[in-house]
């Protein structure tokens, strides 16, 4: 009898992982693209937030909107609380519980969504190093072959919409706080802002995108200047 030769051609297991989600567009795009690649399977989103405030990190939106987009995105988060103010040691503590559970759990890795910085990308590397978790920087423009401008256009081109929660004063003036991440803001922006702000020049509220189930609806309310950043809150829409 004829027998039909066995299948070996068995797919490889996706390996679980952690993504470092700050909201951003960066941390949006991320996202698409490890959806993308089959060795990874994201199973979480880790976000560090104000414990204060009620307010994510750096980005400073609420943390309402943080629940809201990953219901959209359909995955859980592991939120980390910060004290106010928050030293490096008291940041430090509060990653090492989650690479403890991380370990516990027995994930792979955690991925981040830096762009180019060579010191935050070693700084990511070190808080790593022994723990068993293995850094993946999925955005790294460098390995992409791709410079920032041409990211923040496939981002653009793709959909991807973001609000700019966060910007500094002394590279953008007030008016960008609040704007839409899009085709008309990357060509207002002054030069030698990075197009990807990377370098600190603003921060982001991503709330559209095929990242998204559906889209994150908010209403761009007042600026307030604090500790020497422009933020444009962001109210859920009615």
């Not at 935050?120 to 072959?145: E, N, S």
């Not at 653009?156 to 500094?168: E, F, K, P, S, W």
């Not at 889209?215 to 933020?231: K, L």
């Amino acid at each position: 009898m004829h027998m039909k030769p066995k299948d070996t051609n068995f797919s490889a297991v996706a390996k679980r992982i952690l993504l470092s989600w700050s909201g951003g567009k960066d941390s949006a795009w991320a996202i698409h693209l490890l959806r993308q690649q089959p060795q990874y399977e994201v199973v979480a989103l880790v976000t560090t937030i104000n414990e204060k405030f009620r307010r994510v990190a750096i980005h400073g939106f609420r943390e309402e909107l943080l629940d809201q987009q990953a219901d959209s995105i359909g995955l859980p988060i592991w939120k980390v609380d910060l004290p106010f103010p928050c030293t490096n040691a008291d940041f430090e503590s509060r990653m090492a519980q989650v690479c403890t559970r991380a370990v516990a759990e027995g994930l792979y890795g955690i991925a981040f969504g830096d762009l180019f910085l060579e010191d935050i990308r070693a700084y990511r590397i070190a808080m790593l190093d022994g723990t068993g978790l293995q850094p993946i920087f999925p955005v790294w423009t460098p390995d992409l072959g791709i410079s920032t401008a041409d990211l923040a256009r496939q981002m653009v081109a793709a959909g991807l919409r973001a609000h700019l929660t966060c910007i500094d004063p002394r590279v953008l003036n007030s008016s960008f706080a609040g704007r839409t991440f899009d085709a008309d803001l990357l060509a207002d922006l002054p030069a030698g802002v990075d197009p990807c702000g990377e370098r600190g020049e603003f921060h982001t509220f991503a709330f559209a995108g095929p990242m998204f189930s559906r889209t994150v609806s908010v209403v761009p309310a007042q600026t307030v200047e604090r500790d020497n950043f422009i933020y444009a809150e962001l109210l859920p829409a009615p």
